[in-house]
């Protein structure tokens, strides 16, 4: 599931409606779904999906659109609205001053909502603005972790089934089961194609097994140096 960006004009503190009025209509449309969208949101589910975004900001990997779907209750559609707005509102609103009223303002000022359905965006504007330090450590995170080398957007995997022929027969001798996987980068034209056979699959998970046991190690380790140098 992609999930859509628009990147700020280049201008020292540009005002927020001329921000989202020259976001491109694809994205206007998200956003005016997914701030309707905020508004039928409990209370649990907003600080949900706060921490989605969180995530998704540290991770750089698209959110399944499957996921968010089952857990908020809605269309596919639905839920990359939702993802796109919340995702757009967390970055805008921790890298900016500007306040909930600021927010409301500028959405409705281009026509975005209207005055009738400023609640749910307003409060899930709130709730970002208390998270702004998280959200800018989140986005130092993932800023951090995706230096120097190209970092993994999406990973797909097919079975296929490879027959083998009879020369005299042309009939279906025996057949093997290859898995075919396809990882796309952050990096333009760096993506990697390659198969596995099921022997190499149980290898391959074994080591991702075991690195993920170090990385919950590495994490704990960090967490605790960090928090001894805060004292």
Same mark, same amino acid.
């Given at each position: ?107 409705? @000022? ?112 960090? @967490? ?8």
């Amino acid at each position: 599931m992609s999930t859509l960006y628009f990147k700020l004009p280049p201008e020292p503190n540009p005002d927020l409606s001329a921000i989202f009025s020259r976001a491109p209509e694809q994205v206007k449309a998200q956003l005016t779904l997914g701030l309707k969208l905020l508004s039928k949101l409990t209370d649990e589910q907003v600080s949900d999906l706060l921490e989605v975004v969180k995530e998704s900001l540290v991770s750089t990997v698209a959110v399944s659109e499957t996921e968010i779907s089952s857990r908020f209750g809605m269309s596919s559609e639905e839920a990359l609205a939702l993802l796109t707005t919340s995702n757009v509102i967390a970055v805008t609103l921790s890298t900016r001053e500007d306040t909930v009223e600021q927010f409301i303002s500028a959405i409705t @000022k281009i026509g975005l909502i209207t005055e009738g359905e400023t609640a749910g965006p307003a409060r899930f504007a709130k709730a970002a603005i208390r998270n702004k330090d998280s959200f800018n450590e989140s986005l130092e995170r993932s800023s951090l972790s995706s230096e120097s080398l190209p970092v993994m957007t999406e990973f797909e995997a097919t079975v296929d089934i490879r027959p083998s022929f009879e020369k005299e027969s042309n009939r279906i001798g025996f057949a093997v089961p290859v898995l075919v996987v396809h990882i796309d980068t952050d990096k333009y034209g760096q993506q990697i194609w390659f198969q596995l056979t099921r022997r190499q699959l149980e290898k391959m998970i074994e080591g991702l097994k075991t690195a993920l046991v170090q990385i919950d190690e590495a994490e704990r380790w960090t @967490k605790k140096a960090n928090h001894s140098q805060t004292r």
